[in-house]
């Protein structure tokens, strides 16, 4: 046993190779599994496969023996900008480059006894990407922008009676950077051009998770789950490319060409609840809810070496949102599972300070999905179409965005997500 528990564990480090970003409400994300984005989320006072370990560890007491679930999810967001290009007076749409992310996903459970279970999970809490052309008129404010993490928490869970179980899990957080974006140059009213800068930097930080799950009767189930803030300092550096343009650009601080950066992201708390109702053996439905505080994310500050210690500032106020989600799951065969849910996210942007890396005011998630048992494996597929609420840029006071375009806002934004999971019962 101990050498399968060392093959798993090498198994989720190899799996982080291939975590992605997404697109989402804020940054946070929510598709730890593909039974769990079937059912919107809906897996707090479920908690009843693996994935738990993400959803709600208290959970795992429901799992006898050893479990082991893998998979992971294509996320392909797109979407685009109207605006008035502030160079050109002309007003013009650009749409987001078509591209897909791809975070990953890998929990282990184990009973060491008729009270305690163990556990380690694997997955991705917050990602952000996206993509325009280098030279599209929001380009002052972001061209180029790829956020990813993965979370390793190792969990131990705890079945205090036949009806209460908690869990703490201890969270290390990896964290990495690329933005790039450009600056006009200008001189005695002159525009020679755009000047380019690209930001890589990565970080590592700690935290921790809480859950406790209640189990009322054979029919009724509660689950909360707390997720805590994680404040990453990143490491890196900044490239502000090279020729006359940059020379003048610079005017004589030509150790700004390449230097050391360093940026603090704040990864928000999160507090989710669930209640869960089964009527039927075969049947089962839970609606839930996750406050996020996002108001912890009022800054996004960057300082890089220099001879004048350079500094750039970027306000944001984000404010406090909510998941509100509600899901039905059907067996109407032993082997075959039928899941659909529905969940609605509350805008958490400052429009004030609105800028390009996130063109989101609000989401409404439909989902679906399928999951298939086969002696001791499952196979749980799930589809989810993302509808994204227009985001007004009209009124903003961010001066990547008004430096470029006046008048702006988001449309037909929306984001397709396919997710894969593979269980196996030892």
């Not at 294509?74 to 007003?91: F, L, M």
């Not at 380690?120 to 993490?149: E, I, P």
């Not at 179980?165 to 957080?173: F, I, K, N």
């Not at 840029?393 to 430096?403: E, F, H, L, P, Q």
Request: hydrophobic residues 40%; proline residues 3%.
């Amino acid at each position: 046993m101990k050498k399968n528990w060392c093959a798993l564990c090498l198994s989720a480090i190899l799996l982080l190779a291939g975590q992605g970003t997404a697109q989402a409400e804020g940054f946070a994300m929510n598709e730890w599994s593909a039974r769990g984005l079937s059912l919107a989320g809906g897996m707090v006072a479920r908690a009843d496969d693996p994935s738990a370990l993400a959803y709600n560890a208290a959970g795992i007491t429901q799992l006898p023996g050893t479990h082991l679930m893998l998979g992971a999810s294509i996320v392909s967001p797109y979407g685009s900008i109207e605006g008035t290009d502030q160079r050109t007076g002309a007003r013009t749409s650009m749409q987001t480059k078509v591209q897909s992310w791809t975070p990953a996903h890998f929990y282990l459970t184990h009973q060491l006894n008729d009270n305690v279970w163990l556990g380690l999970g694997s997955f991705t809490r917050f990602g952000l990407g996206l993509s325009y052309d280098g030279s599209w008129m929001g380009r002052y404010d972001v061209y180029d922008l790829a956020l990813q993490s993965v979370s390793v928490v190792p969990t131990v869970a705890y079945k205090v009676n036949d009806w209460l179980s908690l869990s703490v899990g201890a969270e290390l957080m990896y964290a990495s950077l690329y933005m790039g974006k450009k600056a006009p140059v200008a001189a005695f009213g002159h525009y020679f051009g755009d000047m380019d800068s690209q930001v890589e930097a990565h970080g590592y930080a700690g935290g921790y998770q809480l859950g406790a799950h209640v189990k009322l009767n054979d029919q009724w189930s509660l689950g909360l789950a707390y997720k805590s803030q994680v404040s990453m300092t990143m490491y890196g550096d900044i490239d502000f490319g090279g020729g006359k343009l940059y020379q003048t650009a610079l005017m004589g601080k030509p150790n700004l060409k390449k230097s050391d950066a360093e940026g603090t992201v704040v990864m928000p708390d999160s507090l989710a609840f669930g209640v869960s109702y089964k009527p039927l053996d075969n049947l089962s439905f839970e609606v839930g809810t996750v406050w996020t505080r996002w108001s912890t994310y009022d800054h996004l500050n960057m300082t890089f070496d220099g001879p004048y210690g350079e500094e750039s500032k970027s306000r944001k106020d984000f404010q406090d949102g909510w998941n509100f989600n509600a899901s039905v799951e059907w067996k109407p065969l032993d082997w075959w599972a039928l899941r659909a849910g529905v969940y609605y996210e509350t805008p958490v942007i400052n429009e004030d300070y609105a800028d390009f890396m996130m063109p989101t005011y609000g989401r409404t998630g439909l989902t679906a999905g399928m999951g298939f048992k086969w002696e001791n494996f499952t196979l749980d597929l799930a589809y989810a179409h993302l509808i994204i609420n227009q985001l007004d840029y009209s009124t903003t006071r961010n001066g990547g965005v008004t430096a470029g375009v006046k008048n702006a806002k988001s449309e037909d934004c929306v984001a397709n997500i396919y997710s894969l999971s593979l269980g196996y019962t030892f």
